[in-house]
C-alpha cells in the first residue's frame, strides 16, 4: 500500500524547494500600485465595463476609479471603446499592453531561470512532470 500522505509531504517539500529556487528575484513583483492592480485584474476577470460599474464592483467612487483609469489610459494599459450594443455607454478594457503587464505582474517565477533549468531535463522526463501536475490540478478540482 502506497503512503499517499508521506508523498503530500514530499511533494510539498519538493514544490517548496522549486519555488525558492525559481521566483523571481529580478525586482519589485508588481510594477503597479495595488488600485491599479486591482482594476486590472477586476476587468481581466469580468470583461469590459463602464467606469461606474467598475466603481461598484470594487466599491469605490466613482470620481477615483475614473481617476485610476484616466492613469492607466494615459500608460497604455486601459482605452475606452463604445459599447457595440449601447453606443452611450463607454467601456473601459485592457489595451494588449495592458494584458501584457497584468500576465507579468501575475508572474511568480522566473521563466528564463526555469526553461533554463527544464531544457536539462531530458524531454520525456518533462513531459511526464507537465502531465504529472496536469493530473494533481485536475483531481483537485473534484468535489
Known amino acids: 500500500m502506497h503512503d499517499t500522505a508521506a508523498d503530500a509531504a514530499r511533494f510539498e517539500e519538493l514544490f517548496q524547494a522549486v519555488y525558492l529556487a525559481f521566483h523571481r528575484r529580478d525586482r519589485k513583483r508588481s510594477e503597479l500600485s495595488g488600485a491599479s492592480r486591482a482594476v486590472l485584474h477586476h476587468l481581466a476577470h469580468t470583461g469590459p465595463l463602464t467606469v461606474g460599474e467598475a466603481a461598484l464592483h470594487l466599491d469605490r467612487a466613482q470620481s477615483v476609479v475614473s481617476e485610476i483609469v484616466s492613469q492607466l489610459e494615459r500608460n497604455g494599459l486601459l ?22 503587464r497584468l500576465a507579468r505582474d501575475r508572474a511568480v517565477l522566473d521563466r528564463p531561470r526555469l526553461a533554463e533549468a527544464l531544457q536539462a531535463v531530458p524531454a520525456d522526463t518533462r513531459e511526464a512532470l507537465l502531465a504529472g501536475l496536469h493530473a494533481l490540478l485536475d483531481s483537485g478540482e473534484k468535489p
Open 79 to 100: 482605452e475606452r471603446e463604445r459599447d457595440p450594443s449601447d453606443r452611450r455607454r463607454t467601456l473601459i478594457w485592457l489595451t494588449p499592453e495592458g494584458q501584457d
